[in-house]
Every structure is written in C-alpha cells, then in structure tokens.
C-alpha cells in the first residue's frame, strides 16, 4: 500500500518543480513593480498641471439626452465630445463637426501641455497588436518628444479633441513587459483573466497547501520521535 505522505511529498515536489520559472517571474515582475511609481511610468510627472475649464458649465442643447457628453479645451476653442449608440463624434460649441488638428496645431498642444519638445508627428489609423496605445480609439497622433534630459518620449494625441491619451518612455516599456509575464500574456500584455494564468495560478495553491501539509506532518512525525525518545 503507497504512504500517502509520500505521494503527497512526490507530488510537491514535481509540481513545484514544473511551476519554478513562472513563480520565480512572478517574484521578479513584482519586485520590478514595487520599485517603480505608477505615475511616473505613466509619465505624470511630464505633464504641466491641468487648468481649470472657463467653459465647463457650457451645455450643448444639441446632443440628445442618451448620449454621454465629455468637453475638452483645443487650444483656445471647445470641442465637444459625444459617445453615443452610433459611436464617438466630435462638435464645435454651434454643433457642427471638427476638423482633425492640424499638425503644428497638435505640436502646439504638446507644448502647452507637457513639458516636453515634439520633434515629429505621424498619423495612426490602424489598430496594432501589443502596441503602445493599445485600448485608444484610433485615430491617433503620435508625436516623437524629447524630455529635457534628452530622453525620447513617445505622446499619443486624440486628433479632434486634443485630448492627451499616453506618454510612452523606456520606463513604461520595462513595465508593460514585465506586466505581461506576470499575467502570462506575452502577445497582447493586457488579458489577466487568460486560461494559463488560472492553471498556474491553481497550480501554484496547490504546491503551497501540499507544502503546507508535509510542513506540519514533518513537525508531527518530528514530536514524536522526541517524544519517544524521552
């Protein structure tokens, strides 16, 4: 007849062994985590402090009432947000559309909000796997910028309201890999609820309650044999 702690013991052992690499990334990736502050991956610290809008209580009698309004300052004029059942639009104060920015414009807008240099601006239209403004309604400025320690920053900019959706640095690239071995999802870095990390996640409370368990056996078999003794 097997010993049932010898089975349990074999099968800590093995498991244990099979999920080593993914614990030990988990311990590395949080360690990397709790060295580093959120906001300044994320490039808070880059930004100018925000102003108060003069024209916050304005209300745009054009937009039904099922719709959700957000308003937004470009440059000196008021756009207009509208998210709707037929998607997101973009209105000057009268109610007509807006133009995209043009480009000097969207430098312009870096400038008076960041305290960052554009140095080059490209349109993006097409969604990316993994990329830097994953999650963004496209389209999309990205404009190059430099801080001013000379570092290469990359600014997602909303091309009708202005609004800034992301800065991007070096920092933020170190996070977001390391964030996507934590959850193990290496391609898209942004699924935490994927079927590997759950079977990883279970194995690994399975190592620890078998760890558990052969901890206080050992301390059990241990008192007796002093007991014993005695």
Same mark, same amino acid.
């Given at each position: 007849?097997? $010993? ?11 498991? =244990? ?81 807006? $133009? ?36 963004? =309604? ?31 640095? $070096? ?21 935490? =609820? ?28 241990? =008192? ?7």
């Amino acid at each position: 007849m097997n $010993n049932p702690m010898f089975t349990i013991k074999k099968f800590h052992k093995y498991l =244990s062994l099979f999920i080593s690499i993914q614990l030990l990334l988990w311990t590395i990736s949080g360690i990397f985590f709790s060295f580093n502050n959120i906001e300044l991956v994320r490039g808070e610290h880059l930004k100018k402090p925000a102003f108060q809008e003069s024209f916050s209580v304005y209300e745009a009698k054009f937009v039904s009432d099922s719709a959700t309004i957000t308003y937004h300052k470009r440059l000196s004029d008021l756009v207009v947000e509208v998210r709707d059942s037929s998607g997101i639009k973009y209105f000057d104060q009268t109610g007509n559309l807006v $133009n995209k920015l043009s480009l000097d414009d969207a430098k312009n807008i870096i400038t008076q909000r960041t305290y960052l240099s554009p140095t080059a601006i490209i349109e993006i239209t097409e969604p990316q796997e993994g990329s830097e403004f994953r999650g963004r =309604s496209l389209p999309l400025y990205k404009v190059e910028s430099l801080s001013e320690e000379g570092k290469v920053i990359n600014i997602y900019l909303n091309p009708y309201s202005g609004k800034v959706e992301a800065l991007r640095s $070096n920092q933020w690239r170190a996070w977001d890999f390391f964030w996507g071995l934590h959850i193990m999802d290496w391609d898209q870095r942004e699924d935490f =609820s994927n079927t590997l990390l759950r079977i990883f996640s279970i194995l690994a409370l399975f190592s620890a309650l078998s760890g558990i368990v052969l901890f206080f056996r050992m301390r059990y078999r241990s =008192s007796k044999k002093t007991d014993s003794s005695v």
